[in-house]
């Protein structure tokens, strides 16, 4: 199956800062989402992108499918955006969502 | 939209019982998702389904684990009879059709003792 590598595996931040979370995939993909599970471990969406760059607010991510990547990246962290974050591949119609391992991020304030 | 909607949100049960966890999926959306979610590994599909139809149960542990999508508007997935390595949160998630965005419910936590 299609192999989804996310990093760094944890990150802590201070209250303010901007960092970058990387997700690597092993095949082509026609469906890439972020996710972020809360510390009461409800998942949200964040972005549905398979390619190109959104923006969400302080939020914003870019895949370059060609290159197997996707970056989201977060601004002027908050203490709310603490987490773990996923990005979730499915390399063709009909097939499953395969998550990553996540990144966990600590944002003090 | 209220979202998906999973119940119970937690769930104690001895082993050897009979556990069914519940989905309401948001209207309109014809697939619907189960994952499982443990430390060891991760989140993991058990079944999907499109306009009510199983279409793969490959991820389903053991023939313990079943899944119904009776309709457009109610899942249910049964562990019977449960054991303790079933311990876990369970999410329902769904989608408008596969492919698109997913948005999951707030998850049942299991636990088998």
């Known amino acids: 199956g299609i192999q989804v590598e996310q990093s760094p595996p944890d990150l802590i931040l201070q209250e303010g800062a901007n960092s970058t979370l990387r997700c690597n995939f092993s095949d082509s993909v026609n469906n890439l989402q972020w996710f972020h599970q809360n510390p009461w471990g409800q998942l949200i969406n964040l972005f549905y992108?398979?390619?190109g760059t959104k923006q969400n607010g302080r939020l914003s991510a870019t895949t370059v499918a060609t290159e197997r990547y996707s970056l989201l990246y977060i601004s002027s962290s908050q203490t709310t955006d603490s987490g773990v974050y996923f990005c979730?591949?499915?390399?063709?119609?009909?097939?499953?969502?395969?998550f990553g391992g996540g990144t966990r991020v600590l944002v003090k304030p | 939209d209220a979202g998906v909607i999973q119940s119970p949100r937690h769930e104690v049960t001895e082993m050897g019982q009979e556990v069914t966890l519940r989905c309401k999926p948001i209207?309109?959306?014809?697939?619907l998702f189960w994952y499982r979610q443990t430390m060891m590994r991760g989140l993991e599909l058990l079944i999907y389904f499109n306009n009510n139809v199983p279409i793969d149960d490959s991820g389903m542990p053991e023939d313990r684990f079943s899944a119904k999508m009776p309709n457009a508007s109610f899942s249910t997935l049964k562990i019977q009879p449960s054991e303790p390595r079933d311990s876990a949160v369970y999410f329902c998630?769904?989608?408008?059709?596969?492919?698109?965005?997913?948005?999951f419910g707030s998850g049942t936590r299991l636990t088998v003792v």
């Open positions: 992108i398979p390619s």
């Open positions: 979730a591949v499915e390399r063709a119609a009909g097939n499953k969502l395969t």
């Open positions: 209207s309109g959306h014809n697939s």
């Open positions: 998630a769904s989608s408008f059709r596969q492919g698109l965005a997913y948005t």
